[in-house]
């Protein structure tokens, strides 16, 4: 574990073991909000916004930096929001 300015920058495992409900929920959840009548996509755009959806995740999954995981998790919360809108982030 690297120290920077006192803190913590690197998840252990505890960490990365407490997020992953949240992101598998937060995953869930967008891919639920793709599928929704209320978004004007077709099938073909939607299948490649949910294919979008997991490249972006399985990316994700190999960061260890606890900022870019927190700003991660907040990104993702955000365009749970506007698929919820009914509008395309």
């Not at 700003?71 to 698929?83: C, E, Q, S, V, Y």
Request: hydrophobic content about 45%; charged content about 25%; glycine content about 6%.
């Amino acid at each position: 574990m690297a120290k920077a300015g006192g803190g913590l920058i690197w998840a252990t495992a505890e960490d990365l073991a407490r997020n992953r409900p949240v992101v598998l929920s937060i995953y869930r959840q967008i891919l639920r909000s793709l599928n929704s009548p209320a978004l004007p996509l077709g099938h073909v755009v939607r299948l490649a916004k949910k294919a979008e959806c997991r490249a972006i995740f399985l990316f994700s999954a190999e960061e260890r930096s606890l900022h870019n995981v927190r700003d991660l998790l907040d990104a993702a919360r955000h365009t749970l929001g506007i698929l919820d809108r009914g509008r395309l982030p």
